[in-house]
């Protein structure tokens, strides 16, 4: 008969280390982000499908400006697909919804159902009725993927685009209509579990989504919009963090999704405003990569190509950087 009260103290002793550092190990790979700038090796998106063709008039009711056509939708999709492979990205496709007939019409926005931390994904809870469900979905699409889960519940409510990395040690969770007080402690709770060192700044911001108001281009380079956040929250990123703040003007709008440090896509300028914003990005050391995703963006669409975008691994910092 074995003995295993003395086997396991010989030969199996408890292993004390974190979860966090044998995810590759364990888990298959590196998952997880602490950085929107550190080099993005895998991203999921939604391809667009039947459930465009629930939208009906009246069109604000989907928040729609126009009915959508699923072929240019999907074909702006593969644009961003393809811009993301060409850049040594790899690709995961959230799982369609089971729904009968389906009715998620939002579903591109992949950024907003869930967001990385370090060592996974947490999956969030939407505000609205018009997109609570895509939780689900995106859940299997990273179970079925090996990605390890946590889950927002109870009366806490959060959206990804309203989680951001400021650096690995701050993370920014803007609270609005969109995020609950709840949700945001949470989150904090989970991200403080796998990262104690990470500071956790929930900050009231005017409307919608955190991701409106910093787009991060750098480690210590962010285009910041005039208004929408906190001064003092300015004051933060300035001083505390050395950031180094490019002012974007009312009526601008700075968004895209880092590939690398300094190394952009964005949504192809249409407007002379937009190529403004790219060229104020560009002054400041930031190679841009334009991708046509005129139906799936704003002004035809709600979103940008950061909401489209949810980054599921990506590499630590460089030092130095």
């Not at 079925?144 to 946590?150: A, D, I, Q, R, S």
């Not at 995020?179 to 956790?200: D, L, Y």
């Not at 403004?276 to 560009?282: A, C, F, G, H, I």
């Amino acid at each position: 008969m074995l003995e295993l009260h003395r086997i396991y103290e010989e030969f199996h002793p408890p292993v004390k280390t974190r979860f966090e550092d044998e995810v590759k190990r364990y888990w298959g790979k590196p998952w997880g982000v602490n950085t929107e700038v550190g080099r993005l090796r895998m991203v999921m998106l939604h391809k667009p499908g039947e459930e465009m063709k629930s939208v009906q008039p009246p069109l604000e009711k989907w928040r729609y400006t126009e009915m959508p056509s699923l072929e240019e939708m999907q074909r702006h999709h593969m644009n961003l697909v393809k811009a993301f492979k060409d850049e040594g990205v790899e690709v995961a496709i959230r799982q369609p919804e089971k729904n009968k007939p389906p009715r998620l019409v939002k579903s591109i926005y992949t950024r907003d159902p869930s967001f990385a931390i370090k060592g996974g994904v947490i999956v969030g809870r939407m505000y609205d009725a018009l997109r609570r469900g895509e939780e689900l979905p995106t859940m299997q699409t990273l179970t079925e993927l090996g990605c390890p889960v946590h889950v927002v519940h109870g009366t806490g409510m959060i959206e990804g685009g309203s989680v951001m990395w400021l650096d690995p040690e701050h993370l920014a969770i803007g609270l609005s209509h969109r995020v609950n007080e709840e949700g945001a402690r949470q989150v904090a709770e989970i991200v403080k579990t796998a990262s104690p060192e990470v500071e956790v700044k929930a900050v009231p911001i005017m409307d919608g989504h955190i991701d409106g108001f910093i787009c991060m281009l750098d480690r210590h380079l962010a285009a910041v919009a005039q208004r929408g956040l906190p001064y003092s929250f300015k004051e933060f990123l300035r001083d505390e963090l050395k950031m180094n703040i490019i002012s974007i003007p009312p009526g601008f709008y700075a968004a895209g999704v880092c590939v690398r440090p300094g190394r952009m896509l964005v949504s192809a300028a249409r407007e002379e405003e937009d190529k403004k914003v790219l060229r104020m990005m560009e002054k400041n050391g930031v190679e841009t990569i334009e991708v046509e995703l005129d139906s799936l963006v704003e002004p035809r669409n709600s979103g940008s190509i950061h909401c489209l975008t949810m980054p599921i691994i990506r590499d630590k910092e460089p030092k130095g950087l």
